[in-house]
């Protein structure tokens, strides 16, 4: 059945949720086999200890036990160390087996496991290892791990670096800065996060004893990658007998891209005992071992001309990796975050240099952001600074500081090329959302009660769908940036789409389905989007850093502009007509100018499979494959305003009223983008106010479960104002850029700005994040505001 409708740019309800809200879906732990096991790990309560034996005696004894295993004896089975998928010059990759044999080196890291016929029988028994620990001294502080004498966490890297990094002019950034008229200089700190998703970590590993394969349902944002690299490098297994499948995931935010020692453990496991093995983290098991986020100490300057000109800007970061390399870690405090310092402004001479340093913490890895908020809120902090150092109006220090619309594509001096952009058309919407003399005149009249009101802003330009490979591949990818897509039309002319993208939120089976309807002309209900199986859909690499409509989506337009070519030649044949002349509108295929002349795309999709009368030569089938790989990034951007008052008597801060305004290109579904941009603001805000993983000096996370760890309520948030701006992406066929970060990375700093112009009129420059009642209350203490 054909269609007149147009999908692109609809606000569809999401296709998924019914499911999700009647408690239908089918997650990891939703999975049931017969026979399955349950696993429990052994882990390390010291943040850095020498394992000097492991006596599972006791545990082995327990009615139900089946196995216990150590890191020993994987090792000695021939199991090697996780791979890190991005590598820099001279970078140190210290081992990281899936469980360690002679150290512990992070509060939380494995040491044992035990398998049992229940999960509560499993975790009795591992209380029941013993292990014989020898306390070592401890680093936790990524400035800390640099100084001389510190503890080392890894003996093959003395010096704890794991790598020096650096990009954009040195000597041109010295020059600039030698002939500013203003230098504003400031120590930032982004501090450490731990990823919440809904649904913790989850999987099941079954081993097939007649083939050798083995079936590992998990809880992934990218299950080829997990495939490839758990198969070939890890575990020494053909890639073919590994079968990833993800089924429906309960959020990400990024923390399940890399691969874990536990989905080894159980994949290792599961071929000797020839028997299904589950494991789901409980939520204190998350917050001690999914990957943490941010943690970086920058020492920042900014320069300007006597114009207020931006003239330099440099960066000296400490980004704290934890004990291991994670995935993609090497990667976020560089290419992900140095490239984003130029901001949406026209600056000359840009230098980062970064120091990634082992601490003895969990692992740091990609963050919703990565990177780029680390970037954005350094960027925005300086332009704020700079704009109360030379008493210019911070709006109109952005404004004069824009790359202008007509400068784009843009080369900035820290390598990456800005696609498209209209900086000052998304400030203006803003602006005139907020009416900013009426709130300038509030804030005036407040500060004359002693009431600390404030305005912050925040024009960010972020990077989406990272490409293209080969540039990739060059600076340290050890994979492609591609996606592929499968579109497969039936006889009856219904169609299977096979994305590499990995949903786990973003309402994939909505937003492709509109895609692939708009493209095939057919009604949405007839389309079915397939993700996250190996065994079904082609190689892809998954969904993060906000690559899935840019990337995965251009994948599937690609196949259907493939199948619409197909099945043209076929039309053409059975009208006897010149393929030149024939025309597909609203289903139908029909000759100019005789439009009853027509076939249906119902009629084609039948013949393509009968094959009783074909074009000669043309193969039978209706199907087409395609690997998108972009040329370029893209660059979404826009403007977000807080406005904030901060209650003097208790230093918190509320939310007043919060604005923003994206450009994301073309939309393909506005209501599905606002409830990212919604969630992502969220977060953002919740990093500024709440949020902080903590250290003890030992190392003990303080923070380590929903009592300690302040994650923000529904109360704490406000009515968001959104808008958008459209300025398309000349880099994929959609003119799509990237949604799911935006908010994250542009709300921190927003909120950052506005906290500092509510105590501005105490003095108060600069206040380290979060900034939470006791931090903000002793603050205005200190300045006398009582």
Not at 59 to 67: D, S
Not at 177 to 186: D, E, H, L, Y
């Amino acid at each position: 059945m054909a269609t007149s409708d147009t999908f692109f740019g609809k606000s569809i309800k999401r296709r998924e949720d019914p499911k999700l809200i009647t408690g239908k879906g089918n997650y990891v732990d939703d999975v049931k086999m017969p026979g399955t096991l349950y696993a429990s790990f052994v882990r390390s309560p010291h943040a850095h200890a020498k394992i000097n034996g492991i006596d599972s005696t006791a545990a082995k004894a327990l009615k139900g036990v089946v196995a216990v295993y150590t890191g020993k004896e994987m090792i000695d089975s021939g199991v090697k160390p996780i791979p890190v998928g991005w590598l820099l010059p001279n970078i140190k990759v210290p081992a990281h087996y899936p469980m360690p044999a002679d150290r512990a080196r992070y509060m939380g890291d494995p040491v044992a496991v035990v398998i049992a016929e229940t999960p509560y029988i499993a975790k009795d028994a591992a209380e029941l290892v013993q292990v014989d620990y020898e306390p070592l001294p401890v680093v936790v502080q990524g400035i800390d791990a640099v100084k001389k004498g510190a503890a080392v966490v890894h003996d093959d890297v003395p010096d704890n670096v794991s790598f020096r990094w650096s990009l954009g002019n040195k000597p041109e950034t010295d020059a600039a800065f030698a002939s500013a008229k203003t230098v504003v200089k400031q120590r930032f700190v982004n501090h450490r996060l731990i990823p919440n998703a809904i649904e913790t970590r989850s999987m099941l590993a079954s081993a097939n004893p007649g083939t050798g394969e083995v079936t590992l349902w998990l809880n992934t944002q990218n299950p080829h990658v997990h495939r490839l690299l758990m198969a070939a490098f890890v575990l020494g297994m053909p890639e073919h007998k590994l079968r990833v499948i993800s089924p429906d995931v309960g959020g990400g935010f990024g923390s399940k891209i890399f691969i874990y020692p536990e989905e080894c453990v159980l994949t290792w496991a599961t071929r000797l005992l020839l028997r299904p093995i589950k494991w789901s983290a409980e939520r204190r098991e998350a917050f001690l071992t999914d990957a943490h986020g941010r943690d970086h100490v920058t020492e920042a300057a900014i320069a300007l001309d006597g114009d207020g000109k931006i003239t330099g800007l440099r960066a000296s970061t400490v980004a704290n990796l934890g004990a291991y390399l994670s995935l993609f870690a090497p990667a976020v405090p560089t290419y992900l975050y140095g490239t984003m310092l130029s901001g949406a402004y026209k600056i000359p001479a840009v230098h980062c240099e970064v120091q990634g340093v082992l601490t003895n913490t969990t692992p740091v890895d990609a963050y919703r952001g990565a990177g780029r908020p680390e970037a954005c809120y350094l960027v925005e902090r300086l332009i704020d600074l700079a704009a109360a150092a030379t008493g210019r109006d911070p709006v109109e220090l952005r404004r004069l500081n824009f790359i202008p619309k007509d400068a784009f594509p843009y080369q900035t001096p820290v390598a990456v090329m800005y696609d498209s952009g209209n900086y000052t058309g998304a400030l203006d919407k803003a602006l005139a959302m907020l009416d900013l003399p009426k709130v300038r005149a509030e804030q005036a009249k407040a500060r004359k009660e002693g009431r600390l009101l404030g305005i912050g802003f925040s024009t960010y330009v972020e990077a989406c769908g990272l490409a293209p490979s080969q540039v990739a591949g060059a600076l340290g990818a050890q994979a492609g940036l591609y996606e592929s897509a499968t579109v497969r039309v039936h006889p009856t002319a219904k169609v299977t789409v096979f994305t590499g993208s990995q949903a786990h939120g973003q309402g994939h089976e909505t937003t492709f389905a509109q895609i692939a309807a708009d493209e095939l002309q057919m009604p949405m209900e007839d389309i079915e989007i397939v993700h996250g199986d190996t065994a079904l859909v082609p190689f892809g690499m998954g969904s993060y850093g906000s690559r899935s409509a840019p990337v995965g989506g251009s994948a599937i337009y690609m196949s259907a502009q493939k199948i619409k070519e197909k099945a043209k030649k076929i039309a053409a044949h059975l009208l006897e007509a010149n393929e030149a002349d024939v025309t597909y509108e609203k289903g139908k295929f029909s000759v100019k100018g005789s439009p009853d002349r027509f076939k249906t795309f119902g009629d084609v999709a039948l013949m393509a499979y009968l094959a009783h009368n074909l074009p000669k030569g043309l193969e039978p089938g209706l199907e087409a494959l395609s690997f998108f790989d972009p040329g370029n990034f893209v660059f979404p951007f826009g403007t977000h305003i807080a406005v904030i008052e901060i209650l003097r008597d208790t230093g918190e801060v509320k939310l007043v009223r919060y604005l923003a305004v994206d450009d994301l290109g073309k939309v393909i579904n506005p209501m599905i983008v606002d409830g990212m941009v919604h969630v992502g603001i969220a977060q953002g805000v919740s990093q500024a106010l709440w949020e902080a993983a903590v250290y003890d000096e030992n190392g003990q996370l303080l923070t380590g479960s929903m009592m300690n760890y302040a994650l923000p309520h529904a109360h704490d948030m406000i009515n968001l104002e959104l808008s958008r701006t459209e300025t398309p992406s000349p880099v994929n066929p959609l003119g799509v850029k990237g949604a799911g970060e935006t908010g994250t990375i542009a709300s921190t700093p927003a909120i950052a700005n506005a906290l500092m112009d509510a105590l501005s009129p105490l003095g108060i420059k600069h206040l380290d994040m979060p900034f939470s009642p006791g931090r903000v209350w002793e603050a205005i203490q200190a300045a006398g505001g009582k």
